[in-house]
């Protein structure tokens, strides 16, 4: 830089869901000096392939980090792991019930619901969803006064998880199924009660409702994720999801199974660097940030 003079860069998160749905998901986040993958339900290779066709590099992941043990989830953990030397963090109950799919990890990192833990700069924040698997977690991931939500397999949004999805700037939701579409599908009468249990999946309409209760102003980009391909499309998903953000500027993508999103990015300046981005109003110090569990 000219005359030894260096401007600050804004702090920035990005995001990138590489694939979601029942056939596998992984979603990649990076701050400007940490990247880690949430959940690797892909073969090590695709989900290689996925990153390579975004520009991501595999060099900068520091960890991969798991929300329970479904094949859709961990399926490429293992490998991913290994040939890339990569700790896995995990709840005990995951990683014990995940043993099986995933052999030997390069390393195990035991996690605790509501407990956050760091890795490089990217403060994580797992806690308890409604899902019919041993101890599974839904994320928050913070860095630079941004941060980011997932929660994507779960059968009803409790009050927890609304508190902790509070004050995101994105937020990656579960849509998996359009009722009625359900009612009438292909599955047999038992997956169709585990799907829409308490333990199962969101509905649209339950992605909408939750969306309505912790949608505010500062929250960028709104990725529905986990769209069932036989009871549900984009297009339904979309349509029930967007109601909860008629009066928002918030954008709107359907993530899904066969090709990676395009990457979301959020930037913030704290007093008056000019920030190119979408959260230009974003003021940190009005965040409110919920913790408790
Ligand atoms: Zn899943
Ligand atoms: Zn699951």
Request: proline fraction near 5%; glycine fraction near 8%.
């Amino acid at each position: 830089m000219k005359d030894g003079f260096a401007l600050p860069s804004c702090p920035s998160l990005s995001l990138t869901v590489l694939a979601s749905g029942s056939r596998g998901n992984c979603i990649y986040i990076e701050s400007e000096e940490t990247a880690i993958l949430v959940d690797a339900g892909f073969s090590c290779k695709e989900l290689l392939r996925r990153m390579d066709m975004k520009g991501l590099l595999p060099e900068k992941l520091s960890a991969l980090v798991l929300s329970h043990e479904h094949s859709d989830h961990v399926t490429g953990a293992g490998v991913l792991s290994r040939k890339l030397h990569l700790p896995v963090y995990g709840t005990s109950g995951t990683l014990d019930a995940a043993k099986n799919k995933t052999g030997v990890l390069h390393r195990r990192k035991d996690i605790t619901c509501g407990v956050p833990f760091a890795v490089g700069d990217l403060l994580i924040h797992p806690f308890s969803i409604s899902h019919d698997a041993s101890d599974p977690a839904g994320f928050t991931v913070s860095s630079g006064g941004l941060k980011i939500g997932i929660a994507t397999d779960l059968g009803i949004a409790t009050t927890l998880v609304k508190n902790h999805l509070k004050g995101c700037h994105a937020l990656v939701l579960e849509a998996n199924h359009c009722p009625v579409m359900l009612e009438n599908g292909p599955y047999p009468w038992s997956l169709k009660q585990r799907v829409k249990g308490r333990t199962g999946h969101l509905s649209n309409g339950d992605a909408r409702d939750l969306l309505g209760e912790i949608i505010h102003p500062a929250l960028s980009s709104v990725v529905i994720a986990h769209i069932s391909e036989k009871n549900n499309t984009p297009e339904k998903a979309g349509a029930v999801v967007a109601e909860a953000l008629k009066n928002s500027r918030a954008k709107l993508v359907t993530a899904c199974q066969q090709r990676p999103a395009d990457p979301i990015r959020l930037t913030s300046s704290k007093d008056s660097w000019p920030c190119s981005d979408n959260t230009e109003n974003f003021q940190p110090d009005k965040l409110h940030y919920s913790f408790a569990d």
